[in-house]
């Protein structure tokens, strides 16, 4: 029997930012059993619907779209870019609007990363060692796409690390898109009281499902010089490359 | 009305010493105390679904609950005044102390009259308005604005409060210890005290209309509203005309989130009732008028941010926003703070002037996952976004980087162009500051201001990964 | 004036809005013993109350109550108690209590709902609800018939055919947290709330 395909949307900032991230997500869906596509895409347009600017988020809606609906499965190794898609599409577009009926499609196909490894698990592997990890879900998977479990799960069966929560883990990082270019001040101490709180927590080790996060509190953890390393989940689970 | 942006008020909110401490405490303690209350009831959830279709059906209803409110409280004795915007309340209220001899008038706090701003009117007018709402006279002796919705002085420390009782009460002894915070409870006790039982007039808000009995219902933990309505010889009560609920079946409901939203209490410490005015026989003033305000309530019926009318003031919002819990509620230069503030200041206040409100936040979430009315507060914040950005109001730099995004978006070629000079620009300046990037030109520089970037280990994914295969 | 009432309701008329269906009211999980829900409810928030085998001795109550706070044993006592024997319990019974300030008062409570512990006061009650506003101390006489399941309840049986002018409902005495945030008793109404069940 033929591999079922699964099409991988990267998101631009692990397009951009972190490319080992897109590697490691599609190592862990061709583990899972899928067959993995990556078609030629852009940017989901949430920077633009966030700002105001349906017209464009529309837009750039169409092309990814375009590109993603010829797949039974979309991952996104993000719940952010993913709950764009699978949440807000569909609001996009007015009801008469063909692109409305193609946009709930896809929507209804897309799966956050964790998700997806949820869903379709991956083969028993002896665990690594992976010290104790904090684990800060991000608002969007948290809120938007009701991910709670699934990282921790994840992480349980296929490393041998501690996961440590961190107090009010509720709280958002700060990063929120543009927010932390148009709001400097208050982003910064969003995340320095995150970062306080990760180190409270006694963890060595950051894990988040989220790059916008992850590049937020790694790059504030960076700068206090605190001695914790920062991992996107996929990394985590796939192993160092 | 404030001459400072929302960032330059954030900023000195930021810095104030004393505040970030106190906001740090409002915070754990309110939303503990929600997080309990709503623990401790069978069906939180389903209470909150309830309240939520109340308030949906009132709105949907609102005209004709009005009419029935109206009739009912007539009935019973009240008079009903309607009034288009903040300008003819304040005449209307203005009107009925002057025809009744009103010199001296108490108020429980209200956020409907703060945001017509009637204290300011009726001092004009002659008549001296007392808050007394603990947090509220503080905040009135001090010339300040309230701060939180539900805990007006919550950015003063008790000795903040002890010099201005110093400073205010004249024949308060100088050797009276008033240090301690039951000391200054009771000193303000005793004051406010002498003002109820001297006062001409008590002026209210309402946290709801019921129509099917002409009923305001309010809600305090002090006892001062019970005391407004009901000491001095006329009442008057100041209300939006979004706080219409249809039947006390209705009201009980809302009742038991309200409290549990606010402060984590089963029910408030206490729920005044207040319908129609006192016969003969009856205690409390035979005069009562009630004010039904729109000020844009009827507008915002109209658009898109309709939703926002479900709101019931518990200040739930508030207290699980990170951006309030991080510049207070001054920041938001309006009568109303926190995610309510940024949805409604923009419609009292004007959108160009406020348009930082709706976009100062990262849609986190967290406030529509505690109103207890389920209000998309998220959805309603884009919606201003949108409006923002059709009327141009974003700055010119944000709205031509958006503008190329969607641009180079459209084409996949375009996008892949600028993300692979973007990734080579990054590990460029990345080499150039010796493997961590410090220092972002342009916009980036905000990002960095607080946090180190680590530049991309190679070109971007798209082009490994096609490049591999 | 009736300009802008027109003016308004033009306005709401214009938009529509689909209603959801409507919503059954809300009833709380039945209770065997509402006395003891209302009891432990009151204590909950700051509030104390005990019962009483008979009315007759509710001036011995108050006495024990009051003294051992160390305050002064006297009270406005409400007419309809005022021919119990108060000073055998050695209490000073001052005149019922009115629109003014005074040390502790004692007087009915004429309904009350055990959901939250709440007593409800009406302008339609001899005293009105001066006793809880404007005492230190309200020391509340509750029969236990009068104990409603829930505040609807309570109201309901409360109004009859016509609302008073004035209802309040009271749970436990006054408080406030405005002075950073710190739980203080006594803000405007009573600083001491007790409530004695009688038969």
């Known amino acids: ?241 | 009305m404030t001459a400072l942006d929302f960032k330059a008020r954030a900023h000195a909110a930021m810095n104030d010493a004393r505040l970030a401490p106190a906001l740090k405490r409002m915070k754990s303690h309110f939303q503990m105390g929600r997080a309990l209350a709503a623990q401790r009831f069978p069906d939180f959830e389903m209470l909150r679904d309830r309240a939520a279709a109340i308030r949906r059906r009132a709105i949907s209803a609102m005209p004709d609950l009005l009419e029935r409110f109206e009739a009912n409280a007539t009935a019973a004795g009240a008079s009903v005044h309607w009034a288009a915007d903040a300008a003819e309340a304040c005449a209307i209220a203005a009107r009925i102390c002057r025809d009744n001899g009103v010199k001296r008038a108490i108020k429980s706090k209200s956020m409907a009259t703060e945001e017509i701003h009637l204290n300011a009117h009726l001092k004009r007018e002659g008549v001296e308005p007392v808050e007394t709402d603990l947090g509220e006279y503080i905040i009135q002796l001090r010339g300040e604005r309230p701060s939180h919705i539900i805990a007006p002085a919550i950015h003063l420390s008790k000795e903040d409060v002890a010099e201005t009782f110093r400073a205010a009460h004249a024949d308060l002894a100088p050797d009276r210890d008033i240090s301690g915070r039951s000391e200054l409870v009771r000193e303000a006790r005793i004051k406010l005290r002498e003002a109820f039982l001297a006062a001409d007039a008590g002026i209210t808000g309402g946290n709801m209309l019921i129509a099917e009995t002409g009923t305001i219902l309010l809600v305090s933990n002090e006892g001062n509203i019970d005391l407004t309505a009901t000491a001095p010889r006329v009442h008057i009560a100041v209300v939006g005309i979004d706080k219409i609920v249809e039947s006390w079946d209705d009201a009980g409901i809302v009742l038991r989130v309200l409290a549990r939203s606010a402060t984590g209490q089963d029910m408030s410490s206490y729920v005044t009732c207040l319908t129609g005015a006192a016969a003969q026989d009856e205690d409390g003033p035979k005069q009562s008028h009630i004010i039904l305000l729109d000020n844009g309530r009827s507008a915002m019926r109209a658009s898109n941010k309709a939703e926002m009318l479900a709101c019931i003031r518990c200040g739930a919002c508030l207290n699980h926003c990170p951006i309030y819990a991080a510049t207070g509620g001054h920041a938001y230069g309006g009568t109303y703070s926190g995610p309510m503030g940024a949805v409604l200041t923009p419609l009292f206040d004007g959108l160009s002037e406020n348009a930082d409100l709706p976009s100062a936040s990262t849609f986190c979430g967290r406030c529509e996952a505690v109103c207890p009315v389920r209000i998309p507060l998220p959805m309603l914040l884009r919606h201003w976004r949108e409006d923002a950005f059709a009327a141009g109001i974003p700055p010119r730099g944000e709205r031509w980087g958006l503008g190329l995004w969607r641009w180079a978006g459209r084409a996949p070629w375009r996008y892949r162009l600028a993300t692979r000079m973007a990734s080579w620009g990054l590990r460029t300046l990345g080499w150039l500051q010796r493997g961590r990037i410090r220092r972002l030109p342009l916009a980036g520089g905000n990002f960095t201001a607080s946090r180190d970037l680590t530049p991309p280990a190679g070109g971007t994914f798209q082009s490994r990964w096609r490049g591999e295969r | 004036m009736s300009d802008s009432r027109a003016a308004i309701l033009a306005r709401l008329r214009a938009a529509s809005h689909p209603a959801p269906a409507p919503v059954t009211p809300y009833r709380p999980p039945p209770s065997q013993d509402l006395t003891a829900g209302f009891m432990a409810r009151v204590t909950s928030v700051l509030g104390t109350a005990e019962r009483l085998p008979s009315q007759a001795e509710i001036p011995a109550a108050t006495a024990r109550y009051l003294t051992g706070l160390g305050l002064p044993p006297a009270a406005a006592i409400a007419a309809e108690f005022a021919g119990l024997d108060w000073s055998a319990a050695a209490i000073a019974a001052l005149p019922p209590p009115e629109k003014a300030s005074v040390s502790a008062a004692v007087a009915r409570a004429p309904a009350a709902s055990a959901e939250t512990g709440t007593l409800l006061l009406s302008s339609r009650d001899p005293h009105g609800p001066w006793p809880d506003l404007l005492a230190d101390t309200y020391i509340a006489i509750l029969s236990e018939a009068d104990i409603s399941a829930t505040f609807e309840d309570a109201v309901t049986r409360r109004a009859g055919n016509r609302l008073p002018r004035s209802l309040h409902a009271v749970t436990g005495p006054s408080r406030t947290g405005d002075i950073e945030q710190t739980l203080e008793l006594g803000a405007h109404g009573a600083v001491r709330l007790h409530v004695l069940i009688v038969p």
Request: net charge negative; hydrophobic share 45%.
């Open chain 1, 1 to 241: 029997m033929p591999q079922p395909e699964a099409a991988l949307f990267v998101t631009c900032l692990a397009d951009l930012m972190r490319p080992e991230v897109g590697f490691a997500a599609a190592a862990l869906i061709a583990r899972a059993g899928f067959s993995v596509v990556v078609p030629p895409q852009g940017c989901c347009g949430q920077p633009n619907y966030n700002a105001g600017d349906k017209e464009g988020a529309r837009t750039l809606a169409r092309a990814a779209i375009a590109a993603l609906e010829r797949f039974e499965t979309v991952v996104v190794p993000s719940g952010s870019c993913g709950g764009m898609i699978a949440k807000h599409y569909p609001h996009l577009f007015d009801a008469d609007d063909p692109w409305r009926a193609r946009a709930e499609a896809v929507a209804g196909r897309t799966l956050e990363l964790t998700q997806f490894l949820a869903r379709h698990p991956l083969p028993d592997a002896p665990k690594r060692p992976a010290g104790r990890i904090a684990y800060h879900d991000s608002c969007s998977a948290r809120r938007e796409m009701g991910i709670l479990a699934e990282p921790r799960q994840l992480i349980a069966a296929h490393t041998a690390g501690e996961i440590v929560e961190i107090a009010d883990a509720e709280a958002c990082c700060g990063f929120g898109g543009l927010f932390c270019v148009k709001y400097p001040e208050i982003s910064a101490r969003m995340a320095s009281e995150k970062t306080a709180a990760i180190a409270a927590s006694g963890a060595d080790m950051l894990v988040a499902a989220d790059l916008g996060c992850l590049l937020n509190l790694g790059g504030t953890l960076q700068r206090e010089g605190a001695p914790i390393a920062v991992k996107h989940i996929a990394e985590l689970l796939a192993g160092e490359p």
